[in-house]
Each structure stands twice: as structure tokens, then as C-alpha cells.
């Protein structure tokens, strides 16, 4: 079974940076990214490259994130500038198995103080 390991999360100041790393144990195919969840909220996308190559940022992110992956498909990566509270939230990466579909991690913890 494939599985997606985060790592990175961590506590950092507001208007601080965090690189947060997805590493899969086979490649993964798109859509591949984050995605974050916050106590009492729905989960919501953060970034994600779509099959294709494009990449949609959530608004609220927009020129502060930047996602990348590698060749092989096999590490999703999310660089985290200008960190807002707003920001803090588990942070989970997704990534698409051939056979299995959508899969998903376990999630990172990112907090963010003022």
C-alpha cells in the first residue's frame, strides 16, 4: 500500500516561512497537493497541481505558497512564506494512485502565533 508521509509543520511567528515535504513510497500521479484542515472547520484545498500541469492556489495563499514537485513523483513540496495565524491548521497531502485513486497522509501540524 502506497503511503504519504508529511513532514516540516512546526510553530513558527507570523510572518514567518515553513517548507513543509510530502514523500511518497511510489510515485504519485496529479492531482497531487495540499490541502489543510483547521479545529471546527471543513477542509479546504491549499495548493494543487492538476493533471495537466496547472496549479491552483486558494486565494488566501496566493503569493505567499508555492508548491513543486519532483520528477520522479514521488516528493510533493509546499514552501510556506509570510505566515499568517489564519494559517494555522493540519496540513495533509494528497497525491493519485493509478488503481487506488485519491490517497491521503496523516498530516502535518502548522501553528502560527501573533
Known amino acids: 500500500q502506497v503511503q504519504l508521509v508529511e513532514s516540516g509543520g512546526g510553530l513558527v511567528q507570523a510572518g514567518g516561512s515553513l517548507r513543509l515535504s510530502c514523500v511518497a513510497s511510489?510515485?504519485?500521479?496529479?492531482?497531487m497537493g495540499w490541502y489543510r484542515q483547521a479545529p471546527g472547520k471543513q477542509r479546504e484545498m491549499v495548493a494543487v497541481?492538476?493533471?495537466?500541469?496547472?496549479?491552483n492556489y486558494a486565494d488566501a495563499v496566493k503569493g505567499r505558497f508555492t508548491i513543486s514537485s519532483d520528477n520522479a513523483r514521488k516528493t510533493v513540496s509546499l514552501q510556506m512564506n509570510n505566515l499568517k495565524p489564519e494559517d494555522t491548521a493540519v496540513y495533509l497531502c494528497?497525491?493519485?494512485?493509478?488503481?487506488?485513486?485519491?490517497?491521503w497522509g496523516r498530516g502535518t501540524q502548522v501553528t502560527v502565533s501573533s
Open positions: 511510489a510515485s504519485i500521479f496529479s492531482p
Open positions: 494528497t497525491g493519485r494512485r493509478i488503481l487506488s485513486g485519491q490517497i
Open positions: 497541481i492538476e493533471s495537466g500541469g496547472n496549479i
